[in-house]
């Protein structure tokens, strides 16, 4: 392995700033207006604090989170930039949005109401998803009274997709639809409309600033077509003991999995507190020197088991890659059955991280 491990860890979690900023670019040449970067989650468990600033760096000055909370320890890291929380503004934190210069994302009359004119903000408008947003009943009491919207400094108006990632789903069309009507009523406001695979729907799906995250961090915004995007993270862990299995002996809890043949099990100090699923019981892999090499047994919580019956060269010391760009974390998501942003979310916090 061409790096050197932090003296003592037991898995290393490499985080790499440069294809995070390589996939910001590709996604600016493919959308026609300009790109945010979602940072909700510690940037997908990727680090927020190291993200905001590289993509800074490169230009980028949108920048979305979920909670309050968030962009305060955001704020300082993107000096000038938008700024945005995208779960609402809770009752009593109007003042510290306004002081901190964080745009709240407004998703009904009553938020907008207690908002007032103090600065700009972010109007969201719910064309399907049904969770946040100014429904329909409140579009109509908005267009009556269009008055409602007065003293409001207009940063965009924004809507966010069902199904994206699937170009056949027909709400991809109905939200273009009614996100085309709010736009008529509107005209003033600029628009936010994409997310990561909603880039990848076409011009039809532009508008004046996209907000991807999964993307960035290199999932697949195309799923079941090669992904267009750079991994960006690797997860290795090294191996701490190597044993022999006579046939019918068992490894791990509840002695789910049985060796059907003489066989060599390696044992790792990564488990499902650190984000590495219980779902990949007997289901997951890893990889060794562009070999799979089978994880066998229940994962615990600290550990997990391979079979390595089959690779003589792995022992006690070598390093077993989790996730990488042989074994991306899409693929990973398959076997433990969930999605790539579940993965790169529960990424644990034992890691030993570096960044690039
Ligand atoms: C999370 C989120 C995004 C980013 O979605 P990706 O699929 O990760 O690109 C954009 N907009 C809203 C409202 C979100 O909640």
Redesign the pocket.
């Known amino acids: 392995m061409t790096r050197t491990e932090p003296a003592g860890a037991l898995a290393v979690l490499e985080v790499n700033l440069g294809a995070i900023c390589a996939n910001y670019r590709a996604l600016c040449a493919r959308h026609v207006g300009p790109v945010a970067a979602?940072l909700?989650a510690d940037a997908?468990g990727l680090g927020a604090a190291q993200v905001a600033p590289a993509l800074f760096a490169v230009g980028c000055r949108h920048f979305?989170v979920?909670l309050l909370d968030e962009a305060l320890t955001l704020r300082p890291l993107v000096p000038g930039a938008m700024l945005a929380v995208?779960n609402g503004m809770v009752p009593g934190t109007e003042d510290i949005y306004f002081n901190e210069a964080i745009d709240p994302v407004l998703g009904s009359l009553a938020e907008l109401q207690r908002w007032g004119g103090r600065g700009p903000a972010i109007l969201?408008v719910d064309t399907g998803m049904a969770r946040l947003g100014l429904d329909r009943e409140e579009l109509q009491r908005l267009a009556a009274d269009p008055g409602l919207l007065f003293g409001l400094t207009p940063r965009y108006v924004?809507t966010?997709l069902v199904a994206?990632?699937d170009p056949a789903d027909r709400a991809n069309a109905e939200q273009r639809g009614r996100f085309a009507a709010v736009r008529s009523m509107l005209p003033l406001w600029p628009t936010s409309f994409a997310?990561?695979?909603?880039i990848f729907l076409g011009p039809d799906f532009a508008s004046d600033l996209a907000?991807?995250?999964?993307?960035?961090y290199g999932?697949n915004?195309t799923p079941g077509q090669p992904n267009p995007m750079q991994t960006a993270v690797r997860l290795t862990a090294r191996v701490l003991q190597v044993r022999d299995l006579s046939v019918g002996e068992s490894v791990g809890y509840n002695a789910t999995w049985c060796a059907a043949r003489p066989s060599r099990i390696a044992a790792i100090g990564v488990g499902y507190a650190d984000g590495w699923a219980r779902a990949l019981s007997s289901r997951g892999h890893a990889i060794f020197d562009g070999t799979r090499v089978p994880l066998v047994g229940r994962v615990s919580m600290d550990i997990s088991t391979f079979d390595a019956t089959d690779l003589p060269g792995l022992v006690a010391g070598s390093w077993l890659e989790l996730i990488g760009p042989s074994h991306p974390p899409d693929a990973v998501a398959l076997e433990a059955g969930t999605n790539g942003?579940e993965i790169l979310t529960s990424l644990g916090r034992r890691y030993a991280r570096i960044y690039r």
């Open positions: 979602v909700k997908y979305f979920a995208l969201h924004m966010h994206a990632e997310n990561s695979s909603g907000r991807p995250g999964a993307a960035l999932l915004p942003y």
